[in-house]
């Protein structure tokens, strides 16, 4: 079957997840220089960046052109999952984000009990009646959410180094914890409300 303009960008992005991963994990997994770890992060942060940028343009031709699919509407989903959930794991694994560890372990924690509760419900569904739920717009708002709290996350580290900043932002880095704060209410949210819409697909199937 030959794909579409959006499925072939929902698989680039798939591809590009252990990309990232590798880049922002090997100073670390090396122990290379401080200098090493800054252009790895900026590497990895880039490649993230370009991979969210493909999430934004596929659904957006898909809609445009009318090509919206049962395969991009599973897959679509799918690679925003593994995508977001490598970017927390490689934070929480490298030492210079310590600064947000506390938070953003629970943070990851809520993502990854979300994620499966919404890709089981998913499942039901298209066992139940061969009905794929598309994203709604709390899932969107989500997504993005988790997109901008990952890259605050990994770039305001690095522009305060940058700049040479040590005052209150570089101490305690607000943007960071604020878009994290921000993630994890959209993220239990939407989680809630995806679970009550497919409660009737969880009967069906007992």
């Not at 401080?34 to 343009?57: R, Y």
């Amino acid at each position: 079957m030959k794909m579409n303009l959006p499925n072939k960008l929902t698989l680039l992005r798939l591809i590009m997840v252990p990309f990232f991963m590798v880049a922002m994990a090997l100073p670390e997994l090396l122990e290379l220089a401080p200098t090493v770890h800054v252009a790895c992060n900026i590497t990895g942060v880039s490649l993230f960046i370009l991979a969210s940028i493909t999430d934004f343009l596929d659904g957006m031709i898909a809609r445009k052109n009318g090509l919206v699919t049962n395969f991009g509407k599973f897959m679509d989903p799918l690679a925003d999952k593994l995508m977001v959930i490598g970017a927390m794991l490689m934070i929480l694994y490298k030492s210079d984000y310590e600064f947000i560890h506390p938070l953003f372990v629970w943070t990851t924690v809520a993502v990854i009990f979300r994620e499966l509760a919404v890709t089981g419900i998913r499942l039901l569904a298209v066992q139940g009646d061969g009905k794929v739920i598309a994203a709604n717009i709390l899932g969107k708002i989500k997504t993005v959410s988790q997109i901008l709290c990952i890259c605050s996350v990994i770039i305001e580290p690095l522009i305060y180094a940058g700049i040479g900043a040590d005052g209150f932002m570089a101490t305690y880095m607000p943007i960071s914890f604020t878009t994290t704060a921000f993630m994890l209410v959209f993220t239990v949210w939407s989680g809630i409300n995806y679970v009550v819409a497919g409660a009737k697909y969880i009967k069906t199937n007992d």
